[in-house]
């Protein structure tokens, strides 16, 4: 009767147990990119463990920034990170409490600029490279007066700096650093930090079209409440930074 009443309770479980499916950014290493065709990074590994807090399995369909978004805003994606609920999107999406880390989006330039503390007004006129879709901040990302170049990738706008077919790279601090790192022997030594346009908290972005957006939001944070409060969150960031 007791390895009965086990089993019971184990296909309940097993049962009422949900999947959700996520659009993870495949380009923002390390919080977020394709390995193996797979989503690994930070904020992946936050995200499935404030879910599994609360008994929700998450899948993880990686895919280009603006298309996840896009996605996520047409109710085929539950949600989408890593995003900034800045003027542009903010009021496109549901949000969740707490930011899942904050960064610095950082502008660089070739390593001989004797240039430094450069903000988003002292970049009118000039040609800075971006990546697609992507948030740099309201006063960087509202400002028409910068001549924006878009790139897919953050590799081919630090290409094009280097090839001096534009003034600047605009790009988030670790990512940069981690792609420094990843194409040493063509990046290495070559850039400089010359500015930071803005401090922001990057998020889940979930869907106010899909039926559940509203629903794994409040699990979200509820399971994001705990991993922070026991710890975990820590160790995670631990293993990442």
């Known amino acids: 009767m007791k390895y009965l009443l086990c089993c019971l309770v184990l296909v309940s479980r097993l049962v009422s147990a949900e999947t959700i499916t996520l659009g993870a950014e495949d380009d923002w290493a390390p919080y977020s990119s394709a390995v193996e065709r797979s989503a690994r990074g ?9 879910f599994a807090a609360v008994g929700v399995t998450v899948n993880f369909e990686v895919l280009p920034y603006a298309r996840c978004l896009d996605d996520t805003k047409r109710g085929r994606l539950v949600g989408c990170f890593d995003a900034v609920p800045n003027a542009m999107i903010g009021g496109s999406f549901l949000w969740h409490k707490h930011p899942l880390f904050t960064t610095h989006m950082n502008v660089y330039a070739l390593s001989d600029s004797q240039e430094s503390g450069l903000t988003a007004r ?5 040609t800075v490279g971006v990546e697609r879709g992507y948030e740099y901040g309201d006063e960087f990302d509202l400002n028409t007066k910068i001549v924006r170049r878009i790139v897919d990738k953050n590799v081919q706008g630090f290409r094009m700096l280097l090839a001096k077919r534009i003034q600047y790279m605009a790009a988030e601090e670790r990512i940069a650093k981690a792609l420094f790192i990843k194409e040493a022997a063509e990046f290495g030594g070559k850039f400089k930090l010359v500015g930071t346009v803005a401090t922001p908290g990057l998020f889940i972005a979930f869907s106010k079209t899909g039926t559940d957006g509203a629903k794994y939001l409040a699990q979200f944070n509820r399971g994001y409440t705990i991993i922070r409060d026991n710890g975990r969150y820590k160790a995670i960031e631990a293993i990442w930074f």
């Not at 930070?42 to 404030?50: C, G, K, L, N, T």
């Not at 002292?122 to 000039?126: P, S, W």
């Open 42 to 50: 930070f904020a992946v590994d936050v995200i499935r463990e404030a």
């Open 122 to 126: 002292q970049l009118e006129g000039k």
